[in-house]
C-alpha cells in the first residue's frame, strides 16, 4: 500500500492538505516519511519540535513563512519560527499561522501538533494538542510495542492521563484495548479534532505477524469505543511500519 495515499491522498478533502499529527511512537518519523515522498511538501510545527533539518531540503527559521514560502524552490521545505533558547529544539507557529501557510502552500503542510517525550503511547495534556481550525487530517499515532507494558513514565508520556482513560493503575500491564480505548477518546486521539476533520488512526512499529495481530486488536477496539458522530470521519486505522515508509494493512 502506498504511504501517501492511505494516511494523506485518499482521506483529504483538499488537493494540498493540511495533515496533523498527534499522539506518541512515530510522530516525526511520519512527518519526515510523507515529506519526503511528496513532490512539494511543507514540515512545520504548532509546539516545540526538534532540529530537523537533515530530513528536509531547507528549513527556513523566519516570523514571515509565507514570503519563505514564495520565494522558495527547495522541497521538502522546514517552516520554523524560531530556534529554542539554549535548547536543540524549534518553536512552533501559532495555530492561525499554520492555517496561513497551509493557504498558501502548493503541497501538503504536515504539522507535528503535540509532544510525547519520545514515548510509545499517550494521552494529551490540558493545552495540547494545538490543531489550526483548517486540519484536513489528524493522524493520532500509538505504537505497537507498548503493549504488553506496564503504565509508567518509562514508556507512556502523560500515563496519569491514560490511566483516566483506560481505568489502568499505575503499573499495571497496558492491553490492546487500552491502546484503542485511547486513540478513540475525546479525550486521547480525538482530543480538539476540528469538526469535518478526516480521522486516520495509525498503529505503527508492526514490525512482524505477532505484532500485526495486536494492531489489529487495537484497531478492533478503536472501533467498538469510538462514537457514531466520529467514526464516518474514520476512512480505517493504518498499520504501519513507517521507518520503512511501510503500509502493512489499512482496516
Known sequence: MNL???????????ATPLVCVVGAGGKKTALYALAERFERAVVTASVRIPIFDEHVDRVAVTDDPLAALADNDDWPLG???????????????????VGEIAAAAP?????????ARMRE???PGDHEPRLPSAT???????????????????RVHRPERV???TGLDPGETIGAADVGAVLASPEGGLKGVPEGATVVPVVNKVDDGDLEATAREVAAAFYERVSEDVRGRVPYVALTRLREGR???AV
Open 163 to 165: 490511566a483516566a482513560v
Open 121 to 123: 503511547f499517550k494521552a
Open 247 to 249: 503500509v502493512v494493512a
Open 107 to 115: 503541497g501538503p503542510v504536515l504539522v507535528k501538533a503535540d509532544g
Open 136 to 154: 484536513d487530517t489528524v493522524l493520532p499515532i500509538a505504537s505497537a510495542h507498548v503493549v504488553g507494558q506496564p503504565l509508567t513514565e518509562e
Open 4 to 14: 501517501t495515499e492511505t494516511l494523506v491522498e485518499r482521506p483529504s478533502r483538499s
Open 79 to 97: 517552516l520554523i519560527p524560531a530556534r529554542e533558547e539554549g535548547g536543540e529544539r524549534y518553536l512552533g507557529y501559532e495555530n492561525a499561522r
